[in-house]
């Protein structure tokens, strides 16, 4: 199988699963102790938690804290039900439901729109003062890198709070700096079920995960050595690889303009991470495009929206129509794709797009 769906996830670093295996040992191994627990085993797999922290920190600005989460979703959550709540929302028209449903459920949303370019529309006028703006840096569905020192200074004029999904950003590009920041280590090359909520020193939550009072009383609940160890191995491994990793796609989104000729790109070519491809074509059912490419795997947009049936808000955000909206797909790729298979993969959807339309 050719994996081609790195927004969806990442595959594991084998320095990750190697960083994971000792905090998995049952008996007569060391390393399944309680990391909130006084005694010696306690002590190390907290140890290795605070290791993990560290290698984490690396990715993010320093003046902050990280706190561990179940994944992205979770920091999000923690992010926007913890923050004083008076006063609206604003999220960009782009932003994974996440952020869009949760900030819903707490109380007023106003939407930033975007540009056909997937880039927030500067010049806005917000209808209301806002006590939060969330924006995603990279976006999981196009790519578009958002104008964040932009952005900041708008958050910073409104005396609002800003909130960074850098879901798709961490370990590929610097993170904008803000003051409070949602990463996930499954889409950096780290284990699924473990995140990071960054929060700037001076910024006050309340919890919204009561209990043993863990990860500073924000959020309770025992955290997994081996999930924290794999998490950090994928950071320190990210920090190293970055400028590696970026030639990498950069070499592979060339090859990819040469090889999807008379495809059209959604989103900024520029303003974007270019390990993203979203391509659309007339008269293309993406849906039974993915189905009868054997051996590839992609897709038609954010995994966590698959299966509805409706079209990508992220494309209708852009101005495409419903037909343009489905006949989209998205290609990831990164540090373990080769060349010989992309070339390959791309040739398989070609030939499948061709037999489509005849």
């Not at 561990?68 to 960009?92: C, K, Q, W």
């Not at 961490?170 to 499954?186: R, T």
Request: proline share 4%; aromatic share 6%; with cysteine.
């Amino acid at each position: 199988m050719i994996y081609l769906d790195y927004q969806a996830t990442t595959p594991l670093a084998p320095e990750a699963r190697d960083a994971m295996l000792r905090w998995l040992d049952g008996p007569g191994g060391t390393g399944f102790g309680n990391p909130h627990s006084p005694h010696t085993l306690g002590r190390q797999a907290a140890a290795a938690i605070e290791l993990a922290r560290d290698r984490v920190a690396a990715l993010l600005p320093p003046d902050g804290k990280v706190i561990f989460t179940s994944g992205a979703t979770e920091a999000i959550n923690l992010a926007i039900r913890g923050a004083p709540d008076e006063g609206p929302i604003m999220v960009s028209a782009l932003e994974h439901s996440a952020v869009g449903d949760t900030a819903a459920a707490v109380g007023d949303v106003e939407r930033w729109p975007v540009g056909e370019d997937g880039l927030i529309d500067l010049d806005y006028q917000f209808k209301t003062k806002p006590r939060m703006i969330a924006v995603m840096q990279v976006n999981n569905e196009i790519g578009t890198i958002q104008p964040m020192v932009q952005i900041e200074r708008r958050a910073r004029e409104m005396g609002a709070l800003l909130l960074v999904d850098a879901v798709q950003a961490a370990g590929k590009i610097e993170i904008a700096h803000a003051d409070m920041i949602a990463i996930s280590a499954h889409k950096m090359h780290g284990p699924k079920g473990v995140g990071a909520l960054w929060v700037r020193n001076g910024v006050e939550l309340s919890s919204s995960i009561t209990g043993g009072g863990q990860e500073g009383g924000i959020r309770s609940g025992t955290l997994s050595p081996a999930l924290c160890a794999g998490f950090g191995a994928a950071a320190k491994l990210a920090v190293e690889r970055r400028d590696a990793d970026a030639v990498h796609v950069e070499t592979l989104w060339n090859r990819a303009l040469e090889l999807f000729e008379g495809w059209t790109l959604n989103g900024s070519a520029d303003a974007r991470w270019h390990g993203n491809l979203n391509l659309r074509r007339e008269g293309l059912d993406a849906s039974r495009l993915i189905s009868e490419t054997r051996g590839v795997a992609f897709s038609a947009g954010s995994a966590c929206a698959s299966g509805s049936g409706r079209p990508s808000h992220v494309l209708k955000a852009i101005g495409l129509d419903d037909a343009a909206a489905k006949g989209s797909i998205r290609l990831g790729y990164g540090r373990y794709t080769t060349l010989k298979e992309f070339e390959e993969a791309t040739e398989r959807i070609n030939a499948a797009y061709a037999a489509q339309q005849a």
